[in-house]
Structures are given as structure tokens and as C-alpha cells.
């Protein structure tokens, strides 16, 4: 969630311009004392929810906490928007900056992300009795202890692993923005093509470029170390080379022991990752770490996070075009209440296509898993062309171990992955089916065509766009001519 709110904080600063008002002066001390008052409250709140989760041991204040975590960070993006839009926070912080390029942009977000840290340190006492807890569930279980850790240490554990993984690419995709406009400014053009399809194509590219080469970076961001060989190596390597994927370099990500999760970071070969958790590779048996692997083998295979990154685009264009031919058709005047619903309508289209397409992908990943295991049992006679209840439950069980180990509910909805338990019902559902005939890929077959078509969609509007405006033009001047020539014809005549 953190990473997904600092993407939307950028987002509100580019948009700044269309949100923002220049008729009221700036007002940034009455920004800092209400994000000051927001995070106070919010640090007497948890102050009293970790007295009284050590004085009732009750996992009602946990739940109370998280949720409280949440919402103030939400509300903090909530207040940074009225900042921007009614408290002109954009221009202080361009004259605090000096108006340099990725500077300004760093400075516009400062607040909130500050507020973030803030916040997460009034939270951190509380995480650190979870992991206390955590300690003595694995003492009795006999799996890895959880090393303890200082509150600054979880703190920045955190803006590491969720602040900086937005905020790096973001960083880079504004450093691209500029290189484009400093090329702009040297007055190189592309021939026959308007500007504003140009700048829309040199974003896109950007988007892509970036997400393709932050990997690299952000292993270095992240505490991680290769994967040395034995037989989790080769089982790994197994996976991927038998369904021709790529990867640079295999990753253990070392959190002491304390999340489990997997990752195939990147689209471009040389600069893909596979990552893992160490608590990943400590608690899960062979078998399901190949399950584990096969699944983000299934991502890179199916090629999940192109579709996902232009179908998210393609949605967003959509909406915002959709949006503007409502308001021509209806003449509506531009304002900032208007600019606010454009925002709105383009980022909600976006964020529903997110969240309905990944949570397709992540069903279809589990497959392939599944697929991939029945291709490749223990015993190499026993191969099938239908999914066995062997792989099925390799990928269900290692599903129950990540999210029973991280502590979150099998029926938690979370917005990219659905619920654990949706996911093993769907595993359930495919056994003794044909590999090459599972429902899931007839469903993401149609969503690549449908987003295919969105795609197509917006070409059209873009082309009906500036054919209009073309024609406008046109008008415009074919009138400004008659009234000249009509204007000489008098003269002439007196």
C-alpha cells in the first residue's frame, strides 16, 4: 500500500498545474502545522494501543493499529492533495528548490513521505511485539529464530523496502520528463508528428525503460545477496531454464527471517532478478519452493507485467479521453473541481484494471505452477498431461505457509492478489484437467484482446482528437480570412 500511495503523491504534483490556484498566496506553515497535528494524533494512538496490547495481550489492538497505520497514511495523501490544490504547497516547494528539474519534484514530496517514516516509527513498538511474539511461535515450531531488531532499524527496514521502491523509479521516470523537455528546448522535432503525441509516446517509453532497468538498482536498495549453489540453486535453475526464462541472477533477500515471499523483478533479461526471501527458502520444502518458483516463472513466461503495465496505461488514456468528450459534448468550462474528476476518472479506470488483471495473472501464475509440476514430478515416469493433485497441493500448501507465516488471514482481500483462499480453491478446481485446456487461460486470452482493443480505443480518440482540432483551426482561419477580405472590399469602396 505504501508504495502504491507514494506513486500517487508524484501523481498529485504533476497535476498540480490543472488542481492548483494562483489567486491565493502560498500558505506552507499551515500545511506543516496540520500534517504535524495529523501525525501527533496519530502517535498518541498507537502509544495507547501498545499499552494496552502489553497490558491486555489482546490481538484486537494489533488489528486496531494496522488499520489506524492505513488510514493516516491515506489521510495524509488525502491532505497533501488540499495542499497542493487550495494551499499552493507546489510553488512554495518550487521556490524552496529553486525550480531545479527532479529537485522540485523530491521537495513537493518531501512532506508526506516524512510523515510516512513518522508515522511508521509510532508503529514500529507495536511491530516489534508481533516479532516477540513471532519468536516464541517459532521456538515451538522449530523453524529459523526471528533476530530482534531496534526501532530505527524496523524504521528504516520499511523505508527501504516500501518507501524507496516507489520512490526510486518515480525519481528516474521525472529525470526521464526532464531529458525529454531539455531535447524539446533544443528545438529537435519529429517531422509529421504533433508535439502532444511526442511527449504522450516519450512517457510511455519512459515508463517502460525505467521499470526495465530499477531492478538493477534496486537490488543494491534491498539487503540482498546471490543465492549460493546446492540443490535450492539447482532446483530453482531447473524451473526456469525448462520454461525458457531468463533471469540474471538468482537473489536471497534477507529480512532475519521475517517475511516470506518470492519476486521476478524486471522484463528485460539481463536485467531480471528472481528474488527470495530468506525466510521463503528456510521455512518451505523443496517441493514447494520449485512451486514457488515455477509461479514467478509463470509471470515472466506469460509476460504479466508488460500486459499489466499497458493495460493500466491503455485504461487511464481511456478514462482521461472518455472524461474530456463528456465535458466537450456537455461544454463544460474548465476548473479545478473539473480537473479534480479528470484526475479521477483517469486514475480510478487505471487502478480498477490494476487490480482486476493482476488478480487474473496471479490465478493463472498459480497455474502454470501447477502445469509445470505435473510435467515435472519427483519421480520422472510419472509425468502427465493433466494436472495432478500433487502439484496442485504443492502450490495450495505453499500458499498456506507464506500467508499463515506472514500473518495474514486467508481471507483477506488484497487488491493485486485477490484472497489466499479464492487462489487454493482455484488450484482445487483445476485438478485432473488437461494442461493445455485450463479456463484461466481462455479468460486471460480474452483479457489480452480486450486490452488490445482499449488500446485501439484510444489510437481512435487520438486521432478523432486532432482531427478536430485540425478542422477547428481550419475554421478558425478560413473566418479570420473572409473578415480581412472583407474589411479591404470596404476600404476600397470608400
Not at 497542493?84 to 512554495?92: H, N, P, T, V
Amino acid at each position: 500500500m505504501t508504495t502504491g500511495l507514494v506513486i500517487l503523491i508524484f501523481l498529485l504534483d504533476s497535476l498540480a498545474p490543472s488542481l492548483s490556484s494562483h489567486s491565493t498566496p502560498p500558505q506552507p506553515w499551515r500545511y506543516a502545522l496540520l500534517l504535524s497535528a495529523l501525525v501527533v494524533c496519530v502517535g498518541v494512538l498507537m502509544e495507547v494501543l501498545r499499552r494496552r496490547l502489553d497490558r491486555t495481550g489482546r490481538v484486537r489492538n494489533i488489528a486496531l493499529a494496522e488499520r489506524s497505520l492505513s488510514l493516516s497514511r491515506a489521510m495524509v495523501v488525502s491532505l497533501h492533495g488540499f495542499a497542493i490544490i487550495s494551499l499552493g504547497w507546489a510553488r512554495s516547494a518550487a521556490e524552496l528548490s529553486g525550480s531545479l528539474p527532479i529537485l522540485r519534484e523530491f521537495v513537493t514530496a518531501l512532506p508526506p513521505l516524512a510523515a510516512f517514516v513518522a508515522i511508521y516509527w509510532s508503529y514500529a513498538p507495536i511491530q516489534r511485539r508481533i516479532r516477540e511474539a513471532l519468536l516464541w511461535r517459532h521456538l515451538h515450531e522449530g523453524v529459523p529464530i526471528l533476530a530482534d531488531k531496534s526501532r530505527p532499524a524496523l524504521v528504516w527496514e520499511h523505508v527501504r523496502h516500501a518507501i524507496l521502491l516507489g520512490l526510486i523509479p518515480l525519481l528516474l521516470l521525472t529525470a526521464w520528463r526532464v531529458l525529454g523537455e531539455a531535447v524539446w528546448r533544443q528545438g529537435i522535432r519529429v517531422p509529421g508528428v504533433p508535439a502532444d503525441w511526442v511527449a504522450l509516446f516519450w512517457q510511455v517509453a519512459g515508463v517502460f525503460v525505467v521499470l526495465a532497468f530499477s531492478p538493477l538498482i534496486l537490488r543494491f536498495v534491498w539487503d540482498t545477496v546471490p543465492l549460493e549453489g546446492g540443490p535450492l540453486r539447482d532446483a530453482v535453475e531447473r524451473v526456469f531454464r525448462r520454461n525458457n526464462v531468463s533471469a540474471r541472477e538468482v537473489l536471497v533477500w534477507q529480512t532475519s527471517s521475517g517475511i516470506l515471499n518470492g519476486a521476478l523483478m524486471g522484463i528485460i533479461p539481463r536485467a531480471r532478478y528472481v528474488l527470495f526471501t530468506d525466510a521463503l527458502l528456510q521455512m518451505l520444502p523443496l517441493r514447494q519452493v520449485e512451486a514457488v518458483a515455477a509461479h514467478e516463472a509463470g509471470h515472466g513466461r506469460l509476460r504479466h507485467l508488460p500486459w499489466i503495465l499497458g493495460a493500466t496505461i491503455a485504461s487511464s488514456v481511456l478514462g482521461a479521453m472518455l472524461f474530456e468528450l463528456v465535458c466537450s459534448l456537455f461544454k463544460v468550462r474548465e476548473s479545478w473541481e473539473v480537473n479534480t474528476a479528470a484526475v479521477v476518472a483517469s486514475v480510478g479506470a487505471g487502478v480498477f484494471t490494476l487490480g482486476w488483471i493482476s488478480r487474473r495473472f496471479e490465478l493463472q501464475a498459480d497455474a502454470f505452477a501447477a502445469k509445470d509440476l505435473s510435467r515435472n514430478p519427483p519421480e520422472p515416469e510419472s509425468a502427465s498431461t493433466l494436472v495432478t493433485p500433487e502439484s496442485s497441493a504443492a502450490m495450495i500448501q505453499a500458499l498456506d505457509t507464506v500467508s499463515r507465516l506472514n500473518g495474514v488471514p486467508a481471507r483477506r482481500f488484497t487488491w493485486r492478489h485477490g484472497t489466499v483462499l479464492g487462489r487454493q480453491a482455484h488450484l482445487q478446481s483445476i485438478i485432473g484437467k488437461p494442461l493445455g485446456e485450463l479456463p484461466i487461460d481462455r479468460t486471460v486470452h480474452r483479457l489480452k484482446i480486450g486490452t488490445l482493443l482499449i488500446a485501439g480505443a484510444c489510437v481512435l480518440l487520438l486521432v478523432y482528437g486532432l482531427l478536430s482540432a485540425e478542422k477547428d483551426d481550419t475554421v478558425s482561419h478560413a473566418a479570420h480570412d473572409f473578415r480581412a477580405s472583407a474589411h479591404g472590399h470596404d476600404c476600397r469602396s470608400a
